[in-house]
């Protein structure tokens, strides 16, 4: 079964940049999308990003747009979540997931990587 790992959080300063990968251990990516989504504490989980793993399009959430990107690198079945302009709000953890096919729910997901903006 494959395994979702997540990496590259850590403590950045407002307007800062981070790029967090999640990478497929065990297998690849034979799914519809992998998504990233992000928790806050006392918050629920929130979409932020996905890509289509054949296709390649993307869809950013509306606090993302403008200063996050997604791509995917097929060869090594990796999705990065490229972020910039870092506000102290985009202070969460941040997973990858996987949705298997069109419509269903992401089903799959990594342990989370802490991403902390913070002055």
């Known amino acids: 079964q494959v395994q979702l790992v997540e990496s590259g959080g850590g403590l950045m300063q407002p307007g800062g940049s981070l790029k967090l990968s999640c990478a497929a251990s065990?297998?690849?990516?034979?799914?519809?999308?992998v998504g990233w989504f992000r928790q806050a504490p006392g918050k629920e989980r929130e979409f932020v990003a996905a890509?289509?793993?054949?296709?390649?399009?993307?869809v950013l959430s509306n606090s993302a747009k403008g200063r996050f990107s997604v791509s995917r690198d097929i060869a090594k079945n990796t999705v990065d979540l490229q972020m910039r302009d870092l506000k102290v709000e985009d202070t969460a953890v941040y997973y990858c997931?996987?949705?298997?096919?069109?419509?269903?729910?992401?089903?799959?997901w990594g342990q989370g990587t802490q991403v902390t903006v913070s002055s």
């Open positions: 890509i289509r793993w054949r296709s390649g399009d993307t």
């Open positions: 065990g297998g690849s990516f034979d799914v519809f999308a």
């Open positions: 997931g996987t949705q298997p096919k069109v419509g269903e729910r992401y089903d799959s």
